[in-house]
């Protein structure tokens, strides 16, 4: 018995990669011929994690990892190349992953195929591995014990390549096997299983590693911890996945999680160890879960610790939908894919030649087909694509348990979410009542996400002020989830409402309201004292500021000193941690009874957000420069300052020129829509 696929289903996937499978086999084998030519070389070296190793001093990018080139690290983004001992050893991380994943593609594509060369390279890597792991240091580490890497999860995703790879290769090379299992796995998995992360998503790995080495060394309760023990595949199904599909932490580690997920999901299942029917219908509606979220332009949403404006359309994320769909039949996955392979950005480099395992490495949107799928779809994707899937928009959707309303409109070419609910542990961030706003190509309100872990920018990127979300009294949002007041969805709107506390005594609350076209968004906030609520604006484009009726028509923003602006009745909020010390350049407006303030929004290509604010009481309007998204450098953002003990902030925002004017009164919000029709809210 192999640990992913019955003889006969072995069989079965033999004859599809003659057929149907047979680019993507082709593909794979390409890179594993490749490496046979060029020859196998097993560093001696351990990946070392350092503040400067594997990444640009300009922009913090990482730098492009070669399978061929050790010494000489180009940066994609501005062509500098790098070279020392730093990134030398940082390059490891990716390359002794991608070692490890071609023995497992090696073979694969044996078993498929019968070629002893792919036989050959296999045997050459496990025993190159044999020869070298226990001379790894145990030393230099970040997150847990690991010989090959800093970082245990990592050691785990690359122990589970060579295990499968030793599996499948099977009574072939009974003596290598032997070797392997003595002196890499049974060592590599007493590491791992000696250093528990409880549940955390690396976790989930270290799981999965454990589960598969447990099955191949014959050590059931090793696996059967894997799968049920305190923090096993089943209590991360339990309580990382939450009730609607969705990972804790975000969308970003729930990609990571659920991956390793279907490790623990596949291996247990066919080593016959029971996972509760409930949790595997909840870990198959993890498929879609993240993607649900996504910008019109098939871009994750940057929430949490998260790179910015990831793709989805890259090989990994279109081989995950194919693994859903072959564990059911759920059509947005299907109508997903249909999307992923229409063609409709251009052929490019899909750097599946240089994916590491299970790491991310995250490229520009390319055109995909299933020739550029990973092993995983040789073996378990459907021989054919249901027909009929394609043409279809994501939909709207509440995601009850993570307490995420996404709404969309114009066929799909607008979408708005507010994100009020999980609070995300420790990737989560400060920013409940978030909002996103995307329509065609343009993130109009953003999420920035975040950039590397040892910048002190880092700080930025984990505050309050960071994001589309109200700030009280200057302090960062607490560790708290909101709650869902309200929600509903027809055809011409969707409607949400929402509240969170802020501080110690203010209570916000949220309600956004979706048509084609436009959005109108309400913040009220109370308190039991008097206030400072803060509505931060992170707008890309160009904004211009406008300030009406007539009383403050043509005053400009004014430059004031940081003091000013962070004093605001008895507060003085220069000694908090919502992100204020990186601010600068600020300029502020007062804002008298009645001023509607427009945020005019161009884009690069000339596309236009249109945003009409009106703040009740004592409020102004003001302009700082901090930074962008990770790399980007600095830019300017806006804010609505109100004050008082309790406040209401109004806004109709609208894209594609679709309103022409706006109008509020204390009960209503009249809309003069550029169709000639009038709302009135």
């Not at 989930?204 to 799968?227: I, P, Q, S």
């Not at 308190?527 to 931060?536: I, K, R």
Request: hydrophobic share 45%.
């Amino acid at each position: 018995m192999t640990l992913l696929l019955a003889p006969h289903e072995w069989e079965v996937r033999a004859a599809l990669a003659r057929d149907a499978f047979a680019p993507l086999a082709d593909n794979l084998a390409a890179t594993v011929d490749r490496l046979a030519r060029d020859g196998v070389e097993i560093p001696r070296e351990k990946a070392l994690l350092s503040r400067e190793g594997g990444r640009c001093a300009v922009d913090g990018t990482y730098l492009v990892y070669d399978p061929r080139e050790a010494r000489r690290h180009r940066c994609a983004a501005c062509g500098a190349t790098y070279e020392g001992a730093a990134h030398d050893r940082f390059r490891l991380y990716w390359h002794q992953l991608w070692l490890a994943e071609r023995a497992l593609h090696a073979a694969i594509l044996w078993r498929l195929r019968g070629e002893p060369a792919h036989r050959a390279t296999a045997a050459e890597i496990l025993a190159g591995y044999a020869d070298a792991y226990l001379d790894y240091p145990n030393a230099d580490n970040t997150l847990g014990p690991g010989r090959v890497f800093f970082s245990t999860y990592l050691e785990s995703i690359w122990l589970l390549q060579l295990v499968l790879a030793v599996d499948v290769l099977g009574e072939a090379e009974r003596s290598l096997a032997a070797r392997v299992r003595e002196r890499i796995v049974e060592p590599s998995v007493a590491l791992i299983a000696s250093y528990d992360e409880g549940a955390s998503n690396r976790q989930v790995w270290n799981d999965a590693a454990m589960l598969a080495a447990g099955l191949l060394l014959g050590d059931r309760a090793l696996a059967e911890r894997a799968v049920l023990g305190g923090s096993g595949i089943v209590a991360h199904l339990q309580h990382g996945l939450l009730p609607d599909g969705t990972w804790y932490e975000g969308e970003n580690y729930h990609l990571f999680a659920h991956r390793g997920l279907w490790y623990g999901v596949t291996l247990a299942a066919r080593a016959g160890i029971d996972i509760p029917a409930d949790l595997r219908a909840r870990f198959d509606r993890g498929f879609i879960a993240p993607f649900l979220t996504t910008f019109p332009d098939l871009t994750l949403p940057s929430r949490r610790d998260s790179p910015y404006a990831i793709s989805v359309r890259q090989p990994r994320f279109a081989e995950l939908c194919e693994l859903g769909l072959a564990r059911g039949a759920d059509a947005r996955l299907g109508a997903l894919l249909a999307r992923l392979y229409d063609g409709d950005v251009a052929r490019g480099d899909t750097g599946q030649d240089r994916t590491s395992a299970d790491v991310e490495r995250n490229g520009p949107a390319v055109a995909l087909s299933r020739a550029d799928l990973g092993w995983r779809a040789l073996l378990f994707a459907r021989p054919a694509l249901p027909a009929g899937d394609g043409g279809r928009p994501l939909p709207s959707v509440l995601l009850r348990d993570q307490g995420i309303a996404v709404f969309r409109r114009d066929h799909g070419a607008a979408m708005a979410s507010l994100d009020y609910g999980t609070s995300g542990g420790g990737h989560g961030h400060p920013d409940r009542l978030n909002l996103l706003l995307g329509e065609g190509a343009h993130r109009w309100l953003d999420d920035m996400g975040t950039g590397s872990y040892v910048e002190r920018a880092l700080h930025w990127y984990r505050s309050s002020l960071a994001h589309n979300a109200p700030v009280a009294n200057g302090n960062e949002q607490p560790r708290l989830d909101g709650r869902l007041l309200a929600h509903d969805e027809r055809g011409a709107a969707g409607w949400v409402m929402a509240e969170a506390r802020l501080d110690a005594g203010v209570v916000a609350r949220r309600t956004l309201v979706m048509l084609d076209g436009y959005l109108v968004d309400e913040l009220r906030w109370s308190a039991g004292e008097d206030s400072v609520v803060d509505l931060p604006m992170h707008l890309n484009g160009a904004v211009e500021v406008i300030l009406t009726p007539s009383e403050a028509r043509g005053k400009d923003l004014a430059e004031a000193p940081l003091s000013q602006i962070l004093r605001s009745a008895q507060d003085d909020f220069s000694g908090t941690d919502a992100g204020w010390a990186f601010l600068h350049d600020i300029t502020t407006a007062p804002l008298p009874a009645g001023t509607i303030t427009r945020l005019a929004t161009t884009a690069p290509d000339g596309a236009r957000l249109d945003a009409w604010i009106l703040a009740e009481g004592d409020a102004e309007c003001w302009r700082a420069i901090a930074p962008g998204p990770p790399a980007t450098g600095e830019r300017p953002f806006h804010v609505i300052r109100t004050r008082g003990r309790e406040g209401r902030i109004r806004a109709v925002l609208a894209w594609d020129a679709a309103v022409r004017d706006v109008r509020f009164d204390p009960a209503t919000i009249e809309v003069d829509a550029a169709d000639g029709t009038h709302h009135v809210h």
